[in-house]
């Protein structure tokens, strides 16, 4: 495993991470005990850095996870997050009628206590807020965080899919380590402004559905998903689109062949090799995709490697947002 820093921080955080959501939510049936020896797996192969949220099946990714991080809290930085709630107290996913973002400070206060009982740990390594709650001034939300940190419970702040004003407000309210947004081949918003702003304040960027949510591994058949599967609800992954979309991940992988690597392991050393300042967490329920995943940290990208990839995604350009209208809201406050 290579390592790369947080932020600006001495942290050494290896430079795949783990993404866990899958394991109790999202993406179709769950498997409790391969995603317990997913993560023991992530412990043989150097994956120290783990990521989960209070909004994963209402808390259970979170107590799941406790399960081997807490007889292995010292080999393992943990990240969480706050602020998505729902009306109904059945968690669905982000754009889901019953479902709202709350970043206010007396939810916080209150969701980062069930965090750490669920989770059987004392301190958070890094607390992101979800999303920037709109109707909240972002200096009170991090402000809040931040009292958190002198009190012990926390020991980073983050941001998720923050726009650059607000990254530069929260900043300066208290350090930011590392903003959270999702960064694909094929999801490149972060590239407009937020990774130079990012990088000027030296915060690491942590891409979160590094492969596109499954796309990008040439492994995905949108027509098997199960019912409740979130991806059904995402325009990129519909049948309009995915004739189109699947065009380019066919070529994708030919071109993955021609490196001698899988298209998971190329997506993923191609967000790797945009800079050392990035940290993807690319999430799986199964140790055989986290060992394929790994093998990207050796995959060598000449910058001729980097040009066939770009005119790959200019050549077939992916089809369909990677939100719901009602998502996308959401993102870039
Ligand atoms: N901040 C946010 O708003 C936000 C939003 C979404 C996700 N996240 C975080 O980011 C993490 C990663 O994102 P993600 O899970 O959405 O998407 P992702 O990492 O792009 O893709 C995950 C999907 O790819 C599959 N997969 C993984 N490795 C594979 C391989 N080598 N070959 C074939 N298929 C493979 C997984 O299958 P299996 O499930 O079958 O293993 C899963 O369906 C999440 O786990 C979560 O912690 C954060």
């Known amino acids: 495993m290579k390592y790369r820093n947080l932020g600006t921080t001495s942290e050494k955080l290896s430079a795949l991470g ?3 959501m899958g394991m109790s939510f999202a993406y179709g049936p769950t498997d409790d005990k391969e995603s317990l020896a997913t993560l023991e797996k992530a412990l043989d192969l150097g994956i120290n850095f783990w990521d989960t949220a ?16 807490v007889p292995n809290r010292n080999k393992v930085f943990i990240a969480t997050k706050f602020g998505f709630r729902f009306t109904d107290g059945i968690a669905g996913p982000s754009s889901a009628t019953g479902t709202y973002f709350d970043g206010s400070p007396a939810w916080m206060k209150v969701a980062v206590e069930q965090s750490l009982k669920r989770l059987r740990i004392d ?17 009170e939300t991090v402000g809040a965080m931040a009292d958190l940190v002198r009190e012990g419970k926390v020991r980073y702040l983050g941001l998720s899919e923050a726009s650059v004003a607000s990254l530069r407000k929260a900043h300066a ?21 937020i990774l130079q702003t990012t990088r000027e304040l030296g915060i690491s960027l942590v ?5 596109a949510r499954g796309l990008v591994t040439n492994t995905l058949d949108v027509n098997i998903l199960a019912e409740d599967d979130f991806r059904r609800t995402l325009p990129r992954y519909q049948q309009e689109n995915i004739t189109g979309n699947n065009r ?34 690319p999430g799986t329920k199964k140790r055989k995709y986290l060992e ?26 992916i089809t ?10 959401m993102v870039n406050h």
């Open 18 to 20: 783990l993404g866990c």
């Open 54 to 69: 209070d909004m994963y099946a209402n808390g259970a990714n979170e107590a799941l996870i406790s399960k081997v991080l």
């Open 123 to 139: 301190t958070i390594d890094l607390y992101y807020a979800h999303r920037v709650d709109p109707n909240i001034p972002i200096e």
């Open 173 to 193: 309210e208290h350090p930011i380590a590392a903003l959270q947004s999702e960064y694909s081949l094929l999801t490149r918003d972060v590239e407009n402004g």
């Open 207 to 211: 891409p979160y559905s590094p492969l």
């Open 248 to 281: 380019l991940i066919a070529e994708f992988a030919a071109l993955a062949g021609t490196k001698g690597c899988t298209p998971a392991q190329l997506a993923l050393a191609w967000v790797l090799a945009q800079g050392e300042d990035i940290i993807p967490i």
């Open 292 to 317: 394929d995943n790994v093998g990207a940290i050796e995959v060598e990208l000449t910058g001729d490697d980097l040009t066939a990839v770009d005119e790959l995604i200019r050549r077939y350009p």
């Open 320 to 329: 369909g947002e990677r939100y719901s209208e009602g998502a996308m809201k």
